[in-house]
């Protein structure tokens, strides 16, 4: 299903999307395209973005294609999602210590809308963080690595 999301392939597509999506959520997908937990997400985004295209524009980036993000977003694990607003990063609360990135897949479809709505309705109210919707059972756990410390 990955092949009805629009990919990003460059630096400059990536800053070129967070600067013209205007009043919709950015949804930046960093992952690789032939990992079974990235293709497991892009069939959920990929159902999704028709019904929240009024809302969210959808988009995948390669971790490998675009290197200079996936180290600013200190992506270690893949999938990573990546949300903005009119060019602000939004950052929300999973409940876990990293508020940047969604990382892993979501279960179900329902969850991704859901946190696409609180993220589109917060950021209309000048909000730059959010608290999930997602039930804490369906967000991925993971260690947090710090390398270099």
Do not use: W
Request: some cysteine; glycine content about 4%.
């Amino acid at each position: 299903m990955s092949f009805l999301l629009s990919k990003l392939t460059s630096k400059k597509e990536v800053d070129q999307a967070i600067k013209s999506v205007a009043e919709k959520v950015l949804v930046l997908r960093f992952g690789k395209d032939n990992d079974p937990v990235c293709l497991q997400l892009d069939d959920i985004l990929a159902k999704t973005s028709h019904d929240l295209s009024k809302m969210a524009a959808i988009y995948l980036v390669d971790v490998n294609k675009v290197p200079v993000y996936t180290q600013y977003f200190d992506i270690s694990y893949i999938p990573s999602t990546v949300f903005f607003f009119n060019g602000q990063h939004m950052k929300v609360d999973y409940g876990s210590p990293d508020h940047t990135k969604f990382v892993g897949s979501f279960k179900t479809k329902q969850d991704f809308i859901d946190l696409i709505e609180v993220i589109y309705r917060g950021a209309m109210r000048g909000k730059l963080i959010v608290r999930s919707p997602i039930d804490p059972k369906n967000v991925p756990k993971y260690d947090l690595l710090y390398q270099g410390i």
